[in-house]
């Protein structure tokens, strides 16, 4: 069983590049679509594109209150209700909007819904236009920074180059996946979302450094039960962190936490995809040929 | 045999140790602590001091803070009238619990905003008053004094007084770790300085004086920071605990570059140079002086006075002397009136009265209103106003503009509810974790080292935190649980190189592999936080300090135990 399993491994195992390559493939296009129609590759939130964000403490539901600030401010406006986990009920209101600053806000909702706002019931974040702009191009310099890096400690751990990019690669693809998914799924990228998708970096790196590991250091047992091995334990990790982190999803109240929780669950399925689909196979296929040369 | 208890354990547990006396932890800590108390009270005389924890507050049971609150309006009498004749007026007035004067032995008046200082008390609501006795009759009839008993912890307190003790509370604290404005509430704000080639001294200069000013406003949980981006952008930070009022945004983003013009020439400007005394606190000198009522609600008027120094009195003569005097409504004013500006804006427009052409005064009187739906808003709007205009006048203006780059605020009601919602959310993880790993393995002696692990890590982390004043807020959060994570996946490595790599190598290679991983995995970690050290204006740091942080604890102390606590279980097992 296990032997024809192998056999058909080694036979197949670079067709399996196939899905990761053309995942990618799917990622780019999607990112580079919504460079051209947006002007950049992911559409982003308040924190990141200056503006105010409003969160009011109150049960009452608000009808309409969307469309009731669009039309006072002429902006465009996102209301959202918060939720408490378990009984399911609103616990506030979300508002998101790029030009009014938040006393403004205040004074509007004050007389739209006849509620008094204080500091018991109202938090509000502001960023200006410039800072969000510069958090934006500094986070992302920090996210390429951040893969450099990481490359130049993996290079020194393994000491071979074309597998130490391999994992960089694995790493840096998985967060290609993830960031195409948010754009699809109408997901705006905030402070704290690049904050997640470094947080997936991690996560994503450890389990590629287990797997390089296992293969190219000596050890006992086969390339391929070594391969199997390193599955195990790295498919136990991704499994663990998966469920806690989409425990922490469902419970977690803060909005916040909430996009951080489902970015990184969203980049661990893609994690085990890159790392065995792509990062295993490149290594076997690199193994075997420099055993060739040799 | 390996013995359970080695080297490596026995360091792990001497920094538990250690990171219980950082954190001191007092989880049933949940007294109400009085944090501040007016030195010159009868409270005090009497024996109560800051850090006792209240019990009752006269058989008002304390229990919240705002407990503390109900109990001492308990103690305000009703409202009542009274008529004080002196040798030199005739007031009436209401009063609660204080006559609003004091009084010496020969009936002497002093401290009072309503009477002339030295005038002599004559009579009380009509009565005739005659002595030092009589008058305390009379007082202790208006308003008696009564028991106040105070019972805290250690002592009970009991004395007479009709005043009402100004005591400020706080909750108890249950550890040294400090929650940040997430948790808390409160406001946080990045300022922009506008202009260029700002100095590390412009800026040091900043924070100088905006701390000036936030002590002088009365506030003292402040924290100000300067700090940079790559751009070479520079930020001050500023982080105000607890409930914040409007007011005080305006105060640190306002420059606050006051000029007093008459025609276009200056002839003084705010801080210390030009106006050495700006009277406040003081009832005779500043105050609300009238309201009324103003479309839907009601506008008050304060004015305080502000002393000028000798060269801007001067100034104000020389300008005062050629201007030319006008007529109006029989009285004679000068042409111009001296214009108040602060930041560009007229706040007040003083008309000159003739007799003063030419004159070095040094007085000056400086009048403005506040608004609300309310009379009691508008005076509370106008008393605001009013101390932020005198707190701008005494420290000066900032070198230089600034804008508001970022600002939250974050209420301290929800800042709770989000903490117990994470201690929540921590504990379901860590159980999640332990399900997996039982799933996994099938062997509960590998879930309760796991789980035992993990409760350690977060542990230190919090106990580092505490040991470097680090605030726990949102980003610290986030660092907290990236640290515990990978810690998770490294322990997976431990357990599958002890258990799956039997055949053949020996236990110690099967380690180093084991920490050839973790090491690898750490050191990615790290180089991957560097870089938002500075990101951001390094609103980023708490993320990566706490990320690199835990991940440091665990390489070098929980995942080594835990190693070793494997191995042990391991050869015991074989052995059997």
């Not at chain 1, 009920?89 to 909702?109: C, H, Q």
């Not at chain 1, 689909?277 to 690199?286: D, E, F, K, Q, S």
């Amino acid at each position: 069983m296990k032997e024809q399993f192998q056999e058909l491994y080694y036979k197949h195992y670079k067709k399996l590049f196939f899905i990761p390559v053309i995942l990618v493939i799917l990622a780019l296009s999607v990112l580079v679509w919504n460079y051209s129609t947006t002007g950049d590759i992911m559409d982003k939130d308040v924190s990141l594109k200056g503006g105010t964000t409003a969160t009011v403490y109150s049960e009452i539901p608000f009808e309409n209150l969307e469309q009731i600030l669009e039309e006072r401010f002429g902006e465009d406006f996102i209301v959202r209700d918060l939720k408490e986990f378990g009984s399911n009920t609103k616990i506030g209101t979300v508002i998101e909007v790029s030009n009014v600053d938040g006393d403004d806000l205040k004074i509007a909702f004050e007389e739209i819904t006849g509620l008094t706002l204080d500091e018991n019931n109202f938090s509000v974040e502001f960023v200006g236009g410039s800072l969000g702009e510069s958090f934006y191009k500094q986070m992302a310099i920090a996210l390429l920074l951040a893969y450099i890096l990481m490359g130049i400690v993996i290079f020194i751990a393994f000491r071979v180059p074309a597998p130490s990019f391999m994992v960089i690669f694995a790493a840096f693809a998985d967060m290609l996946c993830t960031l195409a998914v948010m754009d699809l799924i109408g997901m705006k990228l905030s402070t704290a979302g690049i904050a997640a998708i470094l947080l997936l970096v991690g996560y994503s790196v450890d389990t590629d450094i287990l797997l390089t590991t296992k293969l190219l250091k000596r050890g006992e047992g086969t390339l391929f039960t070594r391969l199997i091995d390193s599955m195990k334990t790295g498919l136990t990790m991704t499994a663990t962190s998966f469920v806690a982190i989409s425990i922490a999803y469902f419970l977690a109240s803060s909005l916040v936490l909430k996009q951080m929780f489902l970015i990184i669950m969203i980049g661990l399925m893609f994690d085990v995809i890159m790392t065995y689909g792509m990062n295993a196979g490149m290594l076997i296929w690199y193994l075997k040929k420099k055993k060739v040369e040799q | 045999m390996k013995k359970f208890m080695s080297f490596r354990i026995w360091i792990l547990i001497i920094a538990l140790i250690l990171g219980l006396i950082i954190l001191a932890p007092n989880p049933w800590a949940d007294g109400i602590e009085v944090v501040s108390v007016d030195a010159n009270s009868d409270a005090v005389s009497n024996g109560l001091n800051i850090g006792d924890i209240l019990l009752s507050i006269n058989d008002y049971e304390i229990n919240n803070v705002g407990d503390v609150d109900i109990a001492l309006a308990s103690l305000i009498y009703s409202e009542q009238e009274i008529k004080i004749k002196t040798s030199e007026d005739y007031e009436t007035y209401t009063i609660t619990n204080d006559i609003l004067f004091d009084i010496d032995e020969n009936l002497t008046i002093s401290d009072s905003e309503l009477f002339v200082e030295g005038s002599k008390l004559l009579e009380i609501n009509g009565e005739i008053i005659d002595d030092y006795d009589e008058f305390n009759e009379i007082y202790n009839e208006l308003v008696p004094k009564r028991i106040i008993k105070i019972v805290t912890e250690n002592e009970n307190i009991a004395y007479l007084s009709r005043e009402i003790p100004k005591i400020i509370v706080s909750e108890e604290k249950t550890s040294n770790l400090i929650f940040g404005l997430e948790f808390t509430g409160g406001t946080r704000v990045l300022l922009k300085p506008i202009g260029e080639d700002i100095s590390e001294d412009d800026i040091n200069n900043l924070i100088d004086v905006l701390s000036n000013r936030l002590n002088v406003y009365g506030l003292s949980d402040i924290k100000i920071r300067s700090a940079e981006d790559w751009d070479g952008n520079k930020y001050v930070l500023v982080e105000l605990a607890g409930v914040t009022q409007d007011e005080v945004r305006d105060l640190i983003s306002q420059q606050g570059k006051f000029e007093a013009k008459i025609g276009d020439v200056v002839v003084f400007n705010g801080g210390n140079n030009d106006i050495p005394y700006v009277c406040r606190d003081d009832g005779t000198c500043s105050g609300i002086r009238s309201c009324e009522d103003y479309q839907d609600g009601s506008v008050c008027e304060f004015e305080f006075s502000i002393t000028l120094s000798n060269t801007a009195a001067a100034k104000q003569a020389e300008l005062t002397s050629q201007l030319a005097v006008v007529n109006e409504d029989g009285r004679g004013y000068l042409e111009l009136p001296l214009d108040l500006y602060l930041d560009g804006e007229l706040v007040d427009s003083l008309r000159i009265s003739e007799s003063l052409k030419g004159q070095a005064t040094t007085q000056i009187s400086i009048s403005g209103s506040g608004t609300g739906a309310s009379q009691d808003l508008a005076i509370e709007n106008a008393y605001q106003e009013m101390k932020s205009l005198q707190t701008i006048l005494i420290t000066g203006s900032l070198p230089f503009d600034i804008e508001i780059a970022k600002m939250d605020t974050v209420s301290p009601v929800m800042g709770e509810i989000f903490l117990n919602n994470m201690l929540l959310v921590a504990g379901l993880a860590i159980v999640a974790v332990a399900l997996v790993i039982l799933i996994r393995y099938r062997k509960i002696k590998f879930v309760l080292p796991v789980m035992g692990t993990l409760i350690c890590e977060l542990f230190l982390i919090l106990a580092f935190a505490g040991l470097v004043k680090w605030n726990i807020d949102m980003a610290a959060i986030a660092g907290i649980l990236a640290a515990i994570g990978t810690g998770v996946d490294h322990q997976i490595v431990i357990i599958d190189e002890a258990v799956n790599g039997k055949k053949g190598s020996r236990m110690s290679d099967r380690m180093k592999r084991a920490f050839f991983i973790i090491f690898a995995a750490f050191f990615a970690t790290v180089a991957a936080m560097l870089p938002l050290w500075n990101a951001g204006a390094g609103l980023f740091r708490g993320f990566a300090l706490t990320t690199i942080a835990g991940a440091t604890i665990g390489v070098l102390l929980t995942r080594p135990a835990f190693a070793s606590f494997i191995e042990a279980i391991d050869e015991r097992e074989e052995e059997n």
